[in-house]
């Protein structure tokens, strides 16, 4: 068993990371997340994600960077701190494509699911066994 290089902990499952040549065990991600992660300027608090950096200071988010005098610094590609605007054709877009990603309406598809209860391409006459996830046919009586 190995002892984590941060708590001391022994545990039967460390891993090991390599940085800058020099070799650290762990024993949970937070840990090495503990020793290893930098830290924000402005809040500090560990960065996990991404980050920025300006002037070679790194900070977690573009709001610490812009809060530590780096306005410039910007978390979307737009320019903008802000997600794009909301609009209800935008929200209703949206919800179409999410509707036709789950249900595949092709060939009356839709219609048929509602009145058998079955995928389409599925008639009655066959059926779905889900213990086996296979498409068998009835035998007739």
Not at 110 to 136: A, V, Y
């Amino acid at each position: 068993m190995s002892k984590c290089s941060l708590c001391g902990n022994e545990y039967d499952k460390p891993f090991t990371i390599l940085k800058d040549g020099q070799s650290r065990v762990f024993d949970s991600f937070e840990c090495a997340i503990q020793a290893l992660a930098p830290t924000c300027a402005h809040c500090n608090c560990r960065i996990i994600g991404h980050g920025v950096e300006a002037d070679g200071t790194f900070y977690c988010c573009a709001h610490c960077a812009a809060s530590a005098g780096h306005p410039e610094i910007h978390d979307r590609s737009d320019g903008t701190d802000r997600p794009a605007q909301r609009t209800k054709s935008n929200i209703a877009k949206r919800r179409a494509k999410s509707v036709e990603a789950k249900v595949p309406i092709h060939g009356g598809g839709l219609k048929h699911m509602l009145k058998t209860g079955l995928p389409p391409g599925i008639e009655p006459e066959q059926f779905w066994d889900p213990g086996s996830q296979t498409l068998r046919k009835k035998i007739p009586a």
